[in-house]
């Protein structure tokens, strides 16, 4: 399969889980680095940068909740899925407060994994479009004001050109009537 361009970080204690998330996403071509502790993983995340992470809610040392909000402060650009085997509405909460994308209850299916990674990368890639969008119409609007002043000074420009020929051309044409009546 095609190499995936996305870089996924995931963050688990649990070998066997971390394993099971590294084979089916690499099968989906994606690159995956893989970290076991919360200090493992701001390493990495300083190291080179990551669109996604899936972060384990305990892990040794720090919490996946208080993870994501570090991860959010450091770069804000990376999205994260919150995995727990012990779902909870706090956690859940939490981890959506904290700047979670998503929220996955263990145990999921491979299926149940690719929709969530998915829904976040399509919405990842539609944010940036709207961004870039945004970025399009602030930079046509400043081009559109800058057209509109040179218009202003244009029409400046002629009123002031049409005053100074005006004065003179009324004195020519005041002496060639003068010179016609005669």
């Given at each position: 399969?095609?190499k995936n361009t996305?870089?996924?970080?995931?963050?688990?204690?649990?070998?066997?889980?971390?394993?099971?998330?590294?084979?089916?996403?690499?099968?989906?071509?994606?690159?995956?680095?893989?970290?076991?502790?919360?200090?493992?993983?701001?390493?990495?995340?300083?190291?080179?940068?990551?669109?996604?992470?899936?972060?384990?809610?305990?892990?040794?040392?720090?919490?996946?909740?208080?993870?994501?909000?570090?991860?959010?402060?450091?770069?804000?650009?990376?999205?994260?899925?919150?995995?727990?085997?012990?779902?909870?509405?706090e956690n859940a909460?939490?981890?959506?407060?904290?700047?979670?994308?998503?929220?996955?209850?263990?145990?999921?299916?491979?299926?149940?994994?690719?929709?969530?990674?998915?829904?976040?990368?399509?919405?990842?890639?539609?944010?940036?479009?709207?961004?870039?969008?945004?970025?399009?119409?602030?930079?046509?609007?400043?081009?559109?004001?800058?057209?509109?002043?040179?218009?202003?000074?244009?029409?400046?420009?002629?009123?002031?050109?049409?005053?100074?020929?005006?004065?003179?051309?009324?004195?020519?044409?005041?002496?060639?009537?003068?010179?016609?009546d005669s």
């Open positions: 399969m095609e996305t870089a996924i970080l995931i963050v688990d204690d649990d070998s066997s889980m971390s394993g099971f998330l590294r084979r089916a996403l690499e099968s989906r071509g994606f690159s995956v680095t893989a970290a076991e502790s919360a200090e493992e993983l701001l390493d990495k995340v300083i190291l080179e940068p990551f669109e996604l992470a899936l972060i384990d809610v305990n892990l040794p040392g720090m919490d996946g909740i208080t993870l994501t909000r570090k991860i959010k402060a450091m770069s804000g650009a990376c999205d994260i899925i919150i995995m727990t085997g012990d779902p909870n509405l909460v939490g981890a959506l407060k904290a700047g979670a994308y998503d929220y996955l209850a263990k145990p999921f299916s491979d299926e149940m994994l690719q929709l969530t990674v998915e829904r976040c990368l399509q919405k990842r890639k539609l944010s940036l479009e709207l961004a870039n969008t945004e970025a399009a119409r602030d930079e046509i609007l400043a081009a559109y004001s800058q057209l509109q002043s040179l218009e202003k000074m244009k029409d400046a420009f002629l009123s002031v050109i049409g005053h100074e020929l005006k004065t003179p051309l009324t004195k020519i044409l005041g002496g060639l009537e003068i010179i016609k």
